[in-house]
């Protein structure tokens, strides 16, 4: 039985775990989510950009007692509904891409993404763009896969990961990188950046759960275990939009 009880992520480890690899379609999301350390007051408008099946959204919803709009380009919102259902907690599943947000201006108090921004978010006009529906004072967080070091700096995709993820790994940046991109547009302010100090061990734990679970080996595990942390893991950031 695959065992996804962590000390370090409380909250979490009350999830069943078949359940939350039922929804997979990236590393444990809920670990993600609570090593943000996001604080929120119930009742509070948060969306869940990228929500995949909606383990986030169940997990914000449970957890914090906000109102959660659960956006996602490749689930049906008809099948995350039902697992909504499934799990007792209120939550609006709509079909969205991320350019073109159904959303009126400063609708939100805070705007979560785990393991999806990287998809969409790497542009240097999208920050503009996605604070246009925070409130002002509205929180901005995300998690997205992360390296040690900018590839541009290394000048190569490192072998290991290149033969998995390819030319995606471009969207893979630093911590530091994250900083300076919010930072120096001054449209969010309190930036905080950094690399998960368990990532890649997380991102092992999960892919190896997975496997456990599904029976097929997960396509990610070749590649951490070849990288045995050198490189790979999340970056974690938070920010708010000036009042």
């Known amino acids: ?3 996804l009880n962590r000390a370090e992520y409380p909250r979490s480890s009350k999830y069943d775990a078949a359940w939350l690899l039922d929804c997979d379609m990236g590393p444990n999301p809920l670990w993600l989510l ?3 350390n996001l604080q929120f007051e119930p009742g509070m408008k948060v969306l869940d950009l990228g929500s995949g099946k909606g383990a986030t959204s169940v997990f914000l919803a449970k957890e914090y007692g906000v109102q959660v709009w659960a956006a996602d380009l490749w689930i049906d919102p008809t099948d995350a509904a039902a697992n909504f259902t499934a799990q007792g907690v209120e939550v609006t599943a709509l ?8 959303f009126a201006r400063e609708f939100f108090d805070a705007i979560v993404c785990i393991d999806a921004y990287e998809y969409f978010g790497t542009a240097d ?12 004072g509205g929180q901005l967080a995300i998690a997205t896969p992360g390296m040690t070091q900018e590839v541009r700096n290394l000048g190569h995709i490192p072998a290991h990961i290149k033969k998995v993820v390819g030319w995606e790994a471009l969207a893979w940046h630093t911590a530091d990188w994250w900083r300076f991109q919010w930072e120096i547009t001054e449209l969010v302010e309190d930036v905080s950046a950094r690399m998960q100090e368990s990532g890649w061990r ?8 997975l496997t456990e679970h599904t029976g097929i080996p997960n396509g990610h595990l070749e590649m951490l275990h070849a990288d045995q942390g050198e490189y790979l893991g999340f970056a974690l950031v938070t920010a708010r939009k000036p009042r």
């Open 34 to 36: 609570e090593g943000l």
């Open 125 to 136: 006009n999208y920050l503009a763009y996605l604070t246009t529906f925070l409130k002002p």
């Open 202 to 209: 997380d991102w092992l734990a999960w892919a190896e759960a």
């Open 95 to 102: 079909k969205a891409e991320a350019h073109t947000l159904p």
């Open 1 to 3: 039985m695959v065992d």
